[in-house]
């Protein structure tokens, strides 16, 4: 099924942004989640996803005897990831291509805030997992809904007569994302952490940014569009050292 959409937002705040220095709250709480696994020098990190290389310069700084490297669809940006991150290489490519990711061989892989662009979270994932050595970690973090329901949305900017329905706020259930992972050859194990805003966002001027607001059940609720809710989790997937695969 393929339901038309362009995702356009994202060359534009990454190209004017460059948070090495002012990571987000999720990727402090990603790297306390690495250093605590105690992973010895030369461990490998991909970030899948990786725009302009935020993340990847602050793992650098944090754990400087890791080897890193990046994903990323758009040339522009992964271009501007490599001139910010001397030593990063980036290779440009999809998480939805399977051929792609046959020769990785990370230890650790992230992959923030990218899932919620497709239609379909099976094929990110099993090639995310294919990426990943045995006694790797997977780190995703997206919006989920723990409701068994899954959404799949389109918006547009409607100030602009005629302007693009665009994606990138698809919501699936963390029973959907459970069945992915139960379906899987391999004998994964995993777990769900819990994110939420520690401190107020503020609106900013694109409403498809998110901001947060007081609710009965949560002091920082995020919220994008005027609308949309966005509750979001931690997925990490352990992929065993011993009898990869299912017997
Ligand atoms: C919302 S941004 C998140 C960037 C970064 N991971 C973060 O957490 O700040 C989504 C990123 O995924 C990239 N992306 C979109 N589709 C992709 C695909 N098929 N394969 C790899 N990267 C993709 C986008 O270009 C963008 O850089």
Redesign the pocket.
Known sequence: MEIFGK?L???K??EGQN?TDDP?E??KVLANILAAQERPPGTKVL??????G??LRYLRNQFPKFAFTG????KN?ADLSIERSPGIPVRV?????STFFKNESADVI?????L???EDIET?INNLLQALRPGGTLFI?TPVNDTPVDWITRYRRAETFESTWEL?WNIFSTLSFDRVLEASSLKLEWTWQAFQMPFPLGKKDDPMRSHTFKTEYNQFQEQVGGLLLINTKILIVHKPSEGTTKD
Request: glycine fraction near 10%.
């Open positions: 995702r937002a994202d060359e705040i990454y948070r987000k999720v990727e970030d899948v996803g990786c725009a302009a935020d993340f994903v990323e669809v758009l940006l490519g999809s998480i939805l291509d992230f992959c923030n805030g990218v919620q662009i497709f990110p973090h990138g």
